[in-house]
């Protein structure tokens, strides 16, 4: 229930004679001035914390920023072969970095058999500015497929928690990790799948997972990390009805090199080791996840994020993933 609506009244006092009129004129002046001067006041002031509040209200949609900039024009629904739609989830890493500018063909061409949801429909996959693993990775898939077409539907935001992606999302709880202002993205992610399947039918071949940064700077949610996953992943297959759809998590370290590492836990990410962990007790736990390594990638300055390079890297790793999977 939003803030009752404040109502302000003057109040006039009628005169008896004219010498009355006359002092009341004088003197009700600047009762009425304060009066305006604090109706005004509190009305501003009011609409001003109305304002602030909206600004930070959560907004549907806000998991589909980056995916919206990577589209090349409306193209057709395939008419032969299959369509094998992805779901791209996750936090920097999987939005990416790498810089369009710096793509060569194949991969800055439309591909007549390459698709991505943007803007609510289905486009070429073009990357205008930046762009993550899902360029590489459907150009891969789909000289592995040579018949059909590959989809891309991804929802993914910097620097956010898997909390963000529960299908019991509050705002309270995604806000444990200062997220709750980015919406509900488990929501942005069935809604983009309905929202295709009214204008195509598709098989949904695949969901690719990278995320667990923000997680990393608590060690309680990186002891928490496992049980969110599969709860988000049981979840999904269930509400999108695609109870096989199998998921691949791209996570830092190998299984050897985890348990050998006996090195100091960053400060700034005290729950890593748990984050990791859970990444590598997935497939064990899970049906029908798989966990690869990606180790050290090429990155931008900063050390953190993939660069060009690091990003079609990335892209084909999923790919070789996925294939790996279907060959089983």
């Known amino acids: 229930m939003g803030p009752r609506p404040l109502v302000f009244g003057l109040k006039f006092t009628t005169p008896t004679n004219s010498r009355d ?6 003197n009700s002046n600047p009762d009425m001035k304060t009066q305006l001067i604090l109706f005004l006041t509190v009305f501003i002031g009011f609409h001003s914390r109305a304002t602030a509040e909206e600004a930070k209200a959560p907004r549907q949609g806000q998991g589909y920023n980056q995916t919206n900039t990577m589209g090349g024009g409306v193209a057709p629904i395939p008419e032969s072969g299959k369509f094998r739609v992805f779901i791209l989830a996750g936090q920097s890493n999987m939005t990416g970095s790498g810089q369009a500018k710096e793509l060569k063909p194949p991969h800055n061409q439309p591909h007549d058999r390459i698709r991505l949801w943007a803007k609510g429909r289905w486009e070429y996959l073009v990357p205008k500015k930046s762009f993550g693993p899902g360029v590489a990775m459907a150009h891969q898939l789909a000289e592995y497929w040579p018949d059909d077409t590959i989809g891309i539907i991804k929802v993914a935001i910097g620097g956010t928690g898997i909390l963000s992606f529960q299908p019991d999302w509050t705002r309270e709880s995604a806000d444990r990790t200062a997220d709750g202002r980015k919406g509900n993205l488990y929501r942005d992610i069935t809604d983009a799948v309905k929202g295709a399947r009214k204008v195509s039918d598709f098989e949904l071949a695949g969901f ?26 049981t979840t999904l297959r269930d509400d999108l009805e695609a109870p096989e759809i199998p998921a691949v998590i791209a996570t830092m370290l190998t299984r050897e090199e985890y348990e050998n590492y006996d090195g100091p836990t960053s400060k700034s990410r005290p729950g890593a ?11 064990d736990k899970i049906p029908r996840v798989v966990t690869f390594s990606h180790g050290k990638l090429p990155c931008r300055p900063d050390g953190i994020h993939f660069n060009t390079e690091g990003q079609l890297k990335l892209g084909r790793m999923y790919a070789d993933a996925v294939e790996e999977y279907y060959a089983d």
């Open 208 to 233: 690719a997972w990278k995320q667990g940064g923000k997680d990393m700077k608590s060690v309680q949610l990186g002891n928490e990390y496992l049980a969110n996953f599969e709860k988000m992943i």
């Open 21 to 26: 009129c006359s002092d009341q004129k004088r």
């Open 273 to 283: 080791p748990g984050v990791i962990k859970a990444q590598l007790d997935a497939p």
